[in-house]
Each structure stands twice: as C-alpha cells, then as structure tokens.
C-alpha cells in the first residue's frame, strides 16, 4: 500500500500514518494507493495498474468494514453484504439460488426443503465465511478497489 499524499510504500498495512509526509492514510489524491504511481487530477482510473483511485469518480465514499461483515454473517445467504460492497454478479447468484430453493419448499409444503436444504446451507455458510474473512481483514476492498474503513 502506498500514501496517497505522496506516494511512499507504507512500512506496514498496520500504519494509520505515512512515515514520509505524516499525512493519515487514505488521504490525498495524487498517488495511487495500489502501486504508488503519480495519478492525474480527478482521475477515477490508475493508468499504471488499472485499480480504481479512491476519491476520484469511481471512488465514492469507503464502506464500513463492520457493516459488511455482519451483514455477511447474518444476512449472507441473500447476499446482502456482496451488493453492499458492489459485488452484483456474486450477489445475484447468492440471492436467486437461496430465493428459488426457498420457493421449492414452499410449493412442494416443506417436502422441497429435503433436496434444497443443501444449496441453502451452502449459501449461508458462504455468506458466513465471508462475512468472518471481511471482519479479519481477508477481504478489505470493495468491488471498485476502494479499502474498507474500521
């Protein structure tokens, strides 16, 4: 990770400050925070590694990490958590298989559930998963490249 003020590689991903400028990390917008490349003024787009700039058009405001770790743990199953953080396509599958098994087993008056009950499960322990591994920092960004916030 590099300071967006001024480009320096951050010694650690722990540091909340860069040791070259002291500016707090994730403020600025001249360098990239992915490779550390000069980016132009209101870009939205690294042209060195291609990763969205943070701030710039496709940046937006960053997600709270809590938020989208706890809507995956509770709320993963629909996928609520991936279309929190931009995930759309991941999302979809999450929602539509859980919405269709829950539809079988409605219909069939909870004889369906004996076959759907396994996908249903598996949504569940997906969202879970990945509502633990965004709450530990495995996944820290968003689906536009932007970090989560603590």
């Known amino acids: 990770m590099y300071c967006r003020s001024c480009g320096n590689e951050f010694v650690s991903e722990a540091a ?52 989208a770790g706890l809507l995956g743990i509770f709320l993963g199953q629909f996928g609520i958590h991936n279309f929190y953080l931009g995930y759309k396509n991941k999302a979809l599958i999450q929602v539509i298989v859980t919405g269709v098994c829950h539809l079988i087993g409605i219909f069939t008056c909870t004889v369906g559930y004996i076959v759907t009950i396994w996908p249903i499960l598996g949504m569940a322990i997906w969202g879970l998963v990945e509502g633990i591994m965004i709450l530990t920092g495995s996944i820290n960004k968003d689906a536009g490249g932007n970090l989560l916030k603590d």
Do not use: D, H, P
């Open 16 to 67: 909340n400050v860069c040791t070259k400028c002291g500016v707090q990390k994730g403020v600025g917008e001249t360098y990239c925070q992915n490779c550390g490349s000069a980016v132009a003024s209101g870009a939205s787009v690294c042209l060195n590694c291609g990763v969205a700039v943070t701030g710039g058009a496709a940046g937006g405001e960053a997600k709270s990490k809590i938020a």
